[in-house]
């Protein structure tokens, strides 16, 4: 399954005055249902965006979990279509 974030998810991260809700790793692999390892796998392949605190732990920006939630549920509508 190839997952990539969008040019519209990365430029919500980039804005620095733009508020940002996020979640911690292990909420965010609680939502989407998955381990801790893969949160780091897409994090490192650029599908997860993240913000690190003053105390330099890693939040992921909840708008790069409703854009993955969001393909991934298009991905399974196109799946279930082609059967």
Same mark, same amino acid.
């Given at each position: 399954?190839?997952?990539?974030?969008?040019? %519209? &998810? $990365? &430029? !919500?991260? $980039?804005?620095? =005055?733009?508020?940002?809700?996020?979640?911690?790793?292990? &909420?965010?692999?609680?939502?989407? /249902?998955?381990?801790?390892?893969? *949160?780091?796998?897409? *994090?490192? =392949? /650029? !599908?997860?965006?993240?913000?690190?605190?003053?105390? /330099?732990?890693?939040?992921?920006?909840?708008?790069? *979990?409703? /854009?993955? %939630? %969001?393909? %991934?549920?298009?991905? +399974? &509508?196109? +799946?279930? =279509?082609?059967?």
């Amino acid at each position: 399954m190839n997952l990539v974030t969008t040019t %519209q &998810e $990365r &430029e !919500v991260a $980039r804005r620095v =005055d733009a508020p940002r809700q996020t979640l911690s790793l292990d &909420e965010a692999a609680r939502r989407l /249902g998955v381990s801790r390892r893969t *949160i780091y796998n897409r *994090i490192r =392949d /650029g !599908v997860l965006l993240t913000v690190r605190t003053l105390n /330099g732990s890693q939040r992921v920006l909840l708008e790069s *979990i409703s /854009g993955l %939630q %969001q393909v %991934q549920a298009a991905t +399974k &509508e196109e +799946k279930r =279509d082609t059967r």
